[in-house]
C-alpha cells in the first residue's frame, strides 16, 4: 500500500513507484502498478511520464512497461562512491586528527556548497578547539569555506564559471569574502599553486581553516579533507597542521586509486 506525504503527495507517489520498480526485475506495466500500490491509474502515468522525461524511468515498448532508468543508477552510482570515499578515508582522519590533536573533516562539492561527510575527533578533546558549525550533513557556501576552496581551486575555469554565474552566488556570513568571479579565481589560482586552501574568519569570526584538496584514480578533484583553530591561538601552528592535512590527503588519494 503506498504512502503519500500529506504535503506533496505527488512526491510520495513518485516515491513509491521508485521504490516498486527498484524491488523488481524487468519492466513492470503502468497499470500493474497502480495496482500493487492502489494508486489511481492517471496518476501513476501522469508520474510516470514526468519521471520518464527526467530520466529516472525508461518506458520499453516491446514489453509494454517501464524499469528503472539511467538517472536512477547514477544516484546510486554516487551513494556507492561516497560509501567508498567514507570507507577508505575514515581511518586516515582518525589519525591526521590524532597526530595534530584537532578535529579534521572529509567534505564534497554539493553544487556551490561544501558538504561533510565525515568528522573525526582526537583521542583527548583540546581546550582550544572552538565550536563548529560543520558536522556531517552541513551545506556551507564552498567559496567561503577552505574545504570548498580546496576542491574549486583544482576545477576547470569553464566548471567554476558554470557554479559562480551569478552576482548572488557570492554571499557572505562575516562581511568578507570573495564579492565576484574575478576574485575567487584569483584566491584560487594562489591556493592551487600552493597546493592547499585557507579561509580566515570567512565562516565565523575568530576561526581559521585550512584544506588539502582529494583526488581519484583520474586525477579529479572528489573531495577535501580540513581543520579549523581560534586564528589567534598562537599554540597553533599553521604550517604543521597543513603538513598533516597534505599528507592525508594524498594518503587518501593514493588508496583511492
Request: aromatic share 6%; with cysteine.
Amino acid at each position: 500500500m503506498a504512502t503519500e506525504s500529506s504535503t506533496s503527495p505527488a512526491v510520495g507517489r513518485a516515491l513509491d513507484i521508485l521504490s516498486y520498480l527498484a524491488e523488481r526485475t524487468g519492466t513492470v506495466s503502468a497499470s500493474t502498478m497502480a495496482r500493487d500500490l492502489a494508486l489511481p491509474r492517471s496518476s501513476v502515468y501522469h508520474i510516470l511520464a514526468v519521471l520518464t522525461g527526467r530520466g529516472f524511468t525508461v518506458y520499453v515498448p516491446e514489453a509494454k512497461g517501464y524499469a528503472l532508468g539511467a538517472a536512477a543508477y547514477q544516484l546510486a552510482s554516487a551513494f556507492t562512491m561516497h560509501d567508498q570515499l567514507e570507507r577508505l578515508a575514515r581511518p586516515v582522519l582518525r589519525t591526521v586528527a590524532a597526530a595534530a590533536g584537532i578535529t579534521v573533516h572529509l567534505g564534497i562539492l554539493r553544487g556551490a556548497s561544501t558538504l561533510y561527510l565525515l568528522k573525526e575527533y582526537p583521542p583527548k578533546q583540546s581546550e582550544l578547539e572552538p565550536p563548529l558549525v560543520t558536522a556531517v550533513g552541513v551545506l556551507l557556501p564552498a567559496h567561503l569555506t577552505a574545504n570548498g576552496r580546496a576542491i574549486l581551486a583544482q576545477l576547470p575555469t569553464e566548471q567554476l564559471r558554470a557554479l559562480y554565474s551569478r552576482p548572488g552566488d557570492f554571499i557572505s556570513r562575516t562581511g568578507r569574502g570573495p564579492r565576484s568571479l574575478g576574485e575567487l579565481q584569483t584566491a584560487l589560482a594562489l591556493e592551487k599553486a600552493q597546493g592547499w586552501s585557507e579561509e580566515v574568519e570567512l565562516i565565523a569570526a575568530g576561526l581559521r581553516s585550512a584544506a588539502a584538496p582529494v583526488f581519484d584514480l583520474h586525477g579529479q578533484p572528489v573531495a577535501a579533507i580540513s581543520c579549523t583553530w581560534r586564528s589567534r591561538v598562537a599554540v597553533r601552528e599553521p604550517s604543521e597542521l597543513v603538513g598533516r592535512l597534505v599528507s592525508g590527503a594524498q594518503e587518501i588519494t593514493r588508496r583511492l586509486r
